[in-house]
């Protein structure tokens, strides 16, 4: 396993971060997708049948960075699940993300900004929530 890190700029692609494991970016498939990367990697190691990847409804990630928001306000939003690595909290550090999984995309678009408006609201001066692009996030599920 080697996971690619690339991020469109114009016309080009740029290469952020080579990994010899599953990526962060894609950690939405937990909960967003039939089969999550994690299960799949596993499957492979261990010749098992590869299972579906498809995305189960719309999904959204945000990154946490540099300090946590309120657990409570987090998990109050409709369709939040929140991962949190156990990390100190540093300015710059990833500390955890949210998955937010909904049926639609118009719901999901609705989830996300209450997502947002509890993420903007902690007190830290770092970057504090990243979106994972829609190319990762908003993939319709399907066969």
């Known amino acids: 396993?080697?996971?690619?890190?690339?991020?469109?700029?114009?016309?080009?692609?740029?290469?952020?971060?080579?990994a010899p494991r599953v990526h962060n970016t894609a950690h939405w498939t937990i909960e967003g997708a039939e089969t999550s990367q994690f299960e799949n990697h596993l499957r492979a190691v261990c010749g098992l049948p590869l299972g579906s990847a498809a995305a189960v409804g719309a999904s959204a990630m945000v990154n946490l960075i540099g300090e946590m928001p309120e657990r409570s306000a987090v998990l109050s939003v409709s369709g939040a699940h929140l991962h949190d690595y156990g990390k100190d909290a540093r300015p710059g550090r990833k500390l955890g993300h949210v998955t937010v999984c909904a049926g639609e995309e118009a719901t999901l678009e609705e989830r996300l900004a209450a997502l947002i408006t509890v993420v903007d609201t902690a007190e830290s001066s770092t970057r504090f929530g990243d979106v994972i692009p829609p190319c990762i996030s908003r993939a319709q599920g399907g066969g």
């Open 1 to 18: 396993m080697l996971a690619i890190e690339l991020f469109q700029v114009g016309d080009s692609l740029l290469g952020n971060e080579m």
